[in-house]
C-alpha cells in the first residue's frame, strides 16, 4: 500500500484465495485416507476454507479492483516507494465516520475475530493420521526412551515404511 495503488492488493488478496483454494484440494485428498471419527473436522475445514475462498473472490478481490479501476479512470498519481515510506511516518488520519469504514467492515471485522478463534482452534486438531495407535505408540515411546534406541538398534538395514504417507 506503500504506493497508494489497489493493484498490489489484488495481487495479494488473489494469491491468498489461490492458496486456500489449493489447501481445500490437499484436505479433501486427505479425506480417503483419514480416520472416520476426524471426517467431520475435516468437512468443517473444507466448508471453511470454501467460504474464505468465496468470499476472498467475490467480495475482496472485486473491492480492491473496483478502486483500482476508479483510481485509473481518475488519472489518480501513485506514490514512488520512498514516498510512501515518507507518506506512512507522517499521515495520521482518525475516521469514525461508517462512510470511511464500511467496505472495509465486513473483513476486519471476520479477520479481526472469527479468523483469531480459528487460529486459536488449530492448536486443538487432532492428527489425520491412518493410524489410530500412532499417538499411542508416540507417548508411551516418550516415557521409555530406552525402548525407542532398543527398536532402532534392532530394526536392521532398511528403514521401514506402511507406503503411505501416514494421513
Request: hydrophobic share 50%.
Amino acid at each position: 500500500m506503500l504506493t497508494t495503488s489497489n493493484i498490489g492488493h489484488v495481487v495479494e488478496e488473489s494469491l491468498w484465495g489461490i492458496a486456500a483454494a489449493l489447501l481445500v484440494a490437499s484436505l479433501l485428498s486427505v479425506w480417503p485416507h483419514s480416520r472416520p471419527r476426524l471426517r467431520p473436522l475435516l468437512l468443517a475445514m473444507c466448508a471453511t476454507g470454501t467460504a474464505y475462498v468465496v468470499f476472498m473472490f467475490m467480495v475482496d478481490v472485486p473491492m480492491y479492483w473496483a478502486r483500482w479501476v476508479a483510481d485509473e479512470a481518475s488519472g489518480r498519481r501513485y506514490l514512488s516507494l520512498s514516498q510512501g515510506v515518507l507518506d506512512t511516518s507522517g499521515r495520521w488520519v482518525v475516521s469514525q465516520q461508517w462512510q470511511t469504514w464500511k467496505s472495509e467492515v465486513l473483513w476486519m471485522s471476520l479477520y479481526f475475530s472469527v479468523a483469531v478463534w480459528l487460529s486459536l482452534g488449530f492448536v486443538h486438531v487432532p492428527a489425520f493420521t491412518g493410524d489410530p495407535s500412532r499417538g499411542a505408540r508416540a507417548a508411551s515411546q516418550r516415557k521409555a526412551p530406552h525402548a525407542r534406541a532398543r527398536a532402532v538398534r534392532g530394526a536392521g538395514s532398511g528403514l521401514h515404511t506402511s507406503g503411505s504417507a501416514g494421513w
